[in-house]
Every structure is written in structure tokens, then in C-alpha cells.
T-cell receptor, first 115, second 112 residues
């Protein structure tokens, strides 16, 4: 068990560019979550997958954001036409349905800076 | 709707002193409650969780928390602070669905 991994760890981009982040969950986990964390705040829920199905999206996830989990394993989060307000840490987490504890395991995050 | 309030964005203690980080929650159904710790430039690590079993929950690194339904609280404590405890701590609530609501966090400083 290597834990949840995210790539890249850091991304600097110019306003208006597109960026894509990847998350690899713990291998047997069927639930995957994306959160956004800004300085001085706790993580805010963005979206959630159960296997390959995206079951919920936050209103924080504007039309410029899209997430996929094509085979129920890794997931990608794409931000189109980035804005300075998108600068944040993007966290991925995974969990296993059926354990009854709803414990999520977090990756190290991808820190996005939009200049 | 669920919510979490962490009282005090910063807490400073001396090494060896008691650590007390406060968390109050709001939930219309029995909640699952969590404390996570985050070190700089890292993800969140679970410290402990309450899932309706014992109200006093013991976690890693000597931390524990007590669920008090009457006070809607889930405060985190550690009898003796260590320098390595300096980090950001997040309280979180989950009502059994997919969505975990996090508090704004409390940064713990430990003075030598």
C-alpha cells in the first residue's frame, strides 16, 4: 500500500492556460474525492466518484473545472482558462465503501499558482 | 446542514504543557467526527475518529478526543505537547454520506 499519490506536486501557470492534475488512489479504494484548500482554510469539497461514476459536484466546481475517473482507478482534474483565484492546494482523497467509518486517506496535494 | 467551528485559529503552548484544541459541530443526524493533522506542504493525516462507539476516542501520537453530544463538541487534547506536534489541525464532520465538512483549522505552535 503506497498511499494516495498526486502529480504534479507543484504547478505554476499563466492566467488563461489549462492545467491537469492526476490522482492515484489506494488501489482497492472505490471512492475518490477532490478538495480545494486555500491559505488559512480547511479543505472544501469539490467532487466525488464512486468507481467511475461522478456522483456529486460542488457549486464551487465551475464550468471551467472537469474531473474524470475513466476506469474507476486514477482520476484527473482539469481546470480550463485558469484564473488567479484558482490558486490553491488541490487535494485528492480515497476511501473504501463498506468499512463503515468513512475514513478518507489524503494525498500530498498539488499546489497551483496562477500568475 | 452540517458545519464545524474550530475556536481559535492559533494556539500556542509550551513544550510539556496540555494541548486543547476546540471543535464544535452542527449536524441534524448522528455524526461521524474526525481530527486530521497537516504538516507544511503535505496532505492531511487522520489523528482519530468518532463513529458512535466509545465517546472517548484515542488516536495516534498521544492525542485523544471526547464526543459530548449535549455540548455538540469534539475537543482534541494531549497531556504533554512535543515540539513535533506543531502543525495545523482540522476537525471534520461526516453524516454518513460522501461529503466531509472541515473546519477552518487551528495552527498549533509549541514553544521550547
Amino acid at each position: 500500500d503506497t498511499g494516495v499519490s498526486q502529480d504534479p506536486r507543484h504547478k505554476i501557470t499563466k492566467r488563461g492556460q489549462n492545467v491537469t492534475f492526476r490522482c492515484d488512489p489506494i488501489s482497492e479504494h472505490n471512492r475518490l474525492y477532490w478538495y480545494r484548500q486555500t491559505l488559512g482554510q480547511g479543505p472544501e469539497f469539490l467532487t466525488y466518484f464512486q468507481n467511475e461514476a461522478q456522483l456529486e459536484k460542488s457549486r464551487l466546481l465551475s464550468d471551467r473545472f472537469s474531473a474524470e475517473r475513466p476506469k474507476g482507478s486514477f482520476s484527473t482534474l482539469e481546470i480550463q482558462r485558469t484564473e488567479q483565484g484558482d490558486s490553491a492546494m488541490y487535494l485528492c482523497a480515497s476511501s473504501l465503501e463498506g468499512t463503515g467509518t468513512y475514513e478518507q486517506y489524503f494525498g500530498p496535494g498539488t499546489r497551483l499558482t496562477v500568475t | 446542514a452540517q458545519s464545524v467551528t474550530q475556536l481559535g485559529s492559533h494556539v500556542s503552548v509550551s513544550e510539556g504543557a496540555l494541548v486543547l484544541l476546540r471543535c464544535n459541530y452542527s449536524s441534524s443526524v448522528p455524526p461521524y467526527l474526525f481530527w486530521y493533522v497537516q504538516y507544511p506542504n503535505q496532505g492531511l493525516q487522520l489523528l482519530l475518529k468518532y463513529t458512535s462507539a466509545a465517546t472517548l476516542v484515542k488516536g495516534i501520537n498521544g492525542f485523544e478526543a471526547e464526543f459530548k453530544k449535549s455540548e455538540t463538541s469534539f475537543h482534541l487534547t494531549k497531556p504533554s505537547a512535543h515540539m513535533s506536534d506543531a502543525a495545523e489541525y482540522f476537525c471534520a464532520v461526516d453524516t454518513g454520506g460522501f461529503k466531509t465538512i472541515f473546519g477552518a483549522g487551528t495552527r498549533l505552535f509549541v514553544k521550547a
